[in-house]
């Protein structure tokens, strides 16, 4: 029987010569050596005078011979077969039944040394498991390294972000002293540019914040992204050979693509959008000493607009008149191509002009057949607007709608949170008035000239805008 790495010393005193099996109860001979039972009793059967003994041959007598205590209970026994048992457990070469100390580079495999041999690994690029296991952790070290240098190059840019903003927000605070004193000179047409600049001054600080907090959570998410994966990597690295090299080609595909394409998109145009509100608002302040027909004289001038709905956005259930000029709601759907332009969740419907610099402007009537249960909105839309589909639809700029109208017998304006809006009288024609360059869109009451809510500051990023519709039960829109 094969004894391994065992100690020769140990083997002989617990393996019996003659039979070279394990046995818990060894005799000791006169001669010193040991001899199990079963070996015993055959010996006393076959010899009459006297028991050879097979390891020094001299004749030892019958009944000469006392228990061995060294073994006795079998527990060296038991000691050197829970060693084998546990050698049986180590991972062998399932054709040979060897250990796997060796791993072929050509076939990224661990095999043993009778697979070397072999014709199927001839000519092939073997190394020891443990040389293999050090040559790919060096590799996986350096291709860790340059994620480490992306993780920190994240973090500068978080930092470089916060400081922008923070920088911003001051300049915006500067602006915001200079307007007041410059407005504070005139009387009512001063009042008004006041009342407007620093409406753009809120929206331009939120929108600062928000786009701030969007960086700074997309380098949060990278950063972490990195951290992750050098842990992994470096737990992986810790793990033994033998468990560290399967499927060792896999891993180092998913750390090389892991590694490519670190660039994060942080939202551009901060520093542009105050550079743009700074020259304005220094334009006012050189005005202040100058008349009234100069300071009028920066307005540019409104274009009015002649609209159109266009047939093709519709939603089904939307009537539109032979001129496309007036819109209402019907009672059932109607039979219409299903084109990508068309609204098929809620019932809108876009102009067909589009808006993509100067300013502009065009009325819209609104006509409810009573005075409960009225829903209506109008404005403008970015041409992206969702148009297929259900989804959670709300009338605000982050769905690229800018507009006012009526919910559930309550006039208002519908930003982030909607903004209800109070008026002794019902507006029966509302002015829609859009600057692109300064995106502002202004509503007002066409009858009285009221202003009735202004979006100032919107990005519109050079996308086309559009004349926006919103009809439902009881109600009917003409442009």
Known sequence: MATGGRDEELCDEIVCPICLGFSRDLVILDCGHNICPACLTYCWEEFDRGIPCSKCTETVQQRNFQPNRQTAGGRVVKKLQEEERAEGKRRVCEKHQEPLKLFCKDDQITICLVCEKSKEHKDHNIVPEDEAAQEYQEYIKVQQEPLEKERQHLMDRKLAEELRSQECLMELEKEHQRIRSATGQIHRLLDRIE???????????????????????????????????????????????????????????????????????????????????????????????????????????????????????????????????????????????????????????????????????????????????????????????RRKGKFTFKLNPNERIWAVGMIADEFMAFTSEWTPLAFKHDIRKIRVSLDYEEGCVEFFDADTDDQIFTFTLSLFSGERILPYFWVGYKSRLKC
Not at 247 to 263: E, P
Not at 284 to 301: H, R, V
Request: charged letters at 30%; one cysteine or more.
């Open 195 to 385: 009342n407007v600049r620093l409406a753009q001054l809120g929206d331009l600080k939120d929108t600062v914040v928000k786009r701030q907090q969007e960086n700074i959570s997309r380098l949060t998410e990278k950063i972490s992204h990195f951290n992750n994966l050098i842990g992994e990597m470096e737990r992986k690295c810790q793990q033994p050979a033998s468990e560290f090299l399967q499927d060792i080609m896999h891993t180092l595909s998913r750390y090389d693509k892991d590694n490519m394409g670190h660039a994060v998109e942080l939202f551009p145009g901060l520093e542009e959008i105050l550079d743009i509100y700074s020259e304005k608002n220094s334009a006012l302040g050189d005005a202040m000493g100058k008349f009234k027909e100069s300071l009028e004289s920066l307005e540019p001038a409104l274009y009015k607009e002649n609209i159109t709905l266009d047939p093709d956005t519709a939603h089904p259930e939307l009537i539109l008149s032979e001129d496309l000029k007036s819109v209402r709601k019907g009672d059932t759907e109607q039979d219409l191509p299903n084109s990508p332009k068309r609204f098929d969740f809620r019932p809108c419907v876009l102009g067909r002009e589009r808006f993509t610099s100067g300013k502009h402007w065009w009325e819209v009537e609104v006509e409810n057949e009573n005075e409960e249960g009225a829903m209506w909105a109008v404005g403008v839309a970015a041409e992206s607007v």
